[in-house]
């Protein structure tokens, strides 16, 4: 399986600043199969950015993702207050595919 | 709009079986463009993706779970469940129910892809 770290596990920022989380890889991506998901407090993560770089339904263009191979980023522009949360990056195409430790963006 | 919803017993003793079921509403599981599947989340912790299903009974686990996990499809009632046997404090965590993409390589063949719908979470708790 291939294991993803992310950095920083902690991003303490003011709404308004823009966040920049990362993902790497132990291994590169094929095919850039690489999600990142959103999870508040007592939620189910929610579906942000798949093929990193690609936004799901409904998500803002202030959420963007970008990488390949084993770095990938997601970018918030413009913290919105809803934007606090936990984010997670998966890896799937295979069996069972992981994901990331998470990052925590909170309100500095 | 599509709605996943777990149920099952929130409390399990060790050594027995977990079994919990996803109930979907909204959208079909017999349809061919996805997998059905679970992923816990131990309290304070981050997600473990346990295994999924095909409408066709196929199934893909999770290497770690191997032996102690099995999940099914019943079409007739927009169903899927998991049953993870002999467990201890460890499995101890919400478990999510959840749709995941199908995707197509030309290599490789099918395979589950990112996760696009969620229940809501159920947490089970082992302890006797």
């Known amino acids: 399986d291939i294991v993803l770290t992310q950095s920083p596990g902690t991003l303490s920022l003011s709404p308004g600043e823009r966040a920049t989380l990362s993902c790497r890889a132990g291994?590169?991506?094929?095919?850039?199969?690489l999600a990142w998901y959103q999870q508040k407090p007592g939620q189910a993560p929610r579906l942000l950015i798949y093929?990193?770089?690609s936004r799901a339904t409904g998500i803002p263009d202030r959420f963007s993702g970008s990488g390949s191979g084993t770095d990938f980023t997601l970018t918030i522009n413009r913290l919105e207050p809803e934007d606090f949360a936990v984010y997670y990056c998966h890896h799937y195409g295979t069996s069972p595919g992981t994901f990331g430790p998470g990052t925590t963006v909170d309100i500095k | 709009q599509l709605q996943l919803r777990e149920s099952g017993p929130g409390l399990v003793k060790p050594s027995e079986t977990l079994s919990l079921t996803c109930t979907v509403s909204g959208g079909s599981i017999s349809g061919s463009r996805y997998y059905w599947g679970w992923i816990r989340q131990p309290p304070g912790k981050g997600l473990e993706w346990i295994g999924s299903v095909y409408s066709s009974g196929s199934t893909y686990y999770n290497p770690s779970l191997w032996g102690r996990v099995t999940i099914s499809v019943d079409t007739s009632k927009n169903q899927f469940s998991l049953k993870l046997t002999s467990v201890t404090a460890a499995d101890t965590a919400v478990y999510y129910c959840?749709?995941?993409?199908?995707?197509?390589?030309?290599?490789?063949?099918?395979?589950?892809?990112?996760?696009?719908?969620w229940g809501q979470g159920t947490l089970v708790t082992v302890s006797s």
């Open positions: 093929g990193a770089s």
């Open positions: 291994q590169t991506v094929s095919s850039s199969y």
């Open positions: 959840a749709r995941r993409d199908r995707l197509y390589d030309i290599l490789t063949g099918y395979s589950p892809g990112w996760i696009d719908a």
